[in-house]
């Protein structure tokens, strides 16, 4: 048996979507689980053309809130075929503008030096 491979494809409208491949004409197994309880809603389409399966993980508007949210795709026998990570809230705008004010202090320095380098040359 060839190894399944799932490949993201888009985000959009609050439903993931993936490719799909190597797991043959028979359709696969696959659960979603967020926190380690199942997420309900996983479709599958057979594209026979190109050897493929269309994933759909519509994602519940209740399991997404402030924070770090990681969704897991896995086969049936518990192999991870792919994840995805929802970031949100204040805390994670906290984050954001620390890191931002760090840059700008990077990016002062990095003036300077650039400048004193140009007064010396």
């Given at each position: ?7 993201k ?12 491949t ?19 809603g ?15 993980v ?15 795709i ?11 990570t ?26 300077s ?9």
């Amino acid at each position: 048996m060839t190894q399944m491979t799932l490949t993201k494809t888009r985000l959009t409208g609050g439903i993931w979507e993936g490719e799909l491949t190597g797991a043959g004409s028979a359709e696969p197994q696959l659960n979603v689980s967020h926190q380690g309880v199942a997420v309900p809603g996983l479709r599958l389409e057979h594209d026979a053309a190109r050897d493929a399966w269309r994933v759909t993980v519509p994602i519940p508007a209740n399991l997404i809130s402030d924070g770090v949210q990681t969704f897991v795709i896995n086969d049936a026998q518990g192999q991870n075929l792919a994840s995805f990570t929802l970031l949100a809230g204040d805390a994670l705008a906290e984050d954001i503008r620390a890191e931002m004010d760090l840059l700008r202090q990077e990016l002062d320095l990095l003036k300077s030096a650039f400048r004193q380098h140009c007064q010396d040359s």
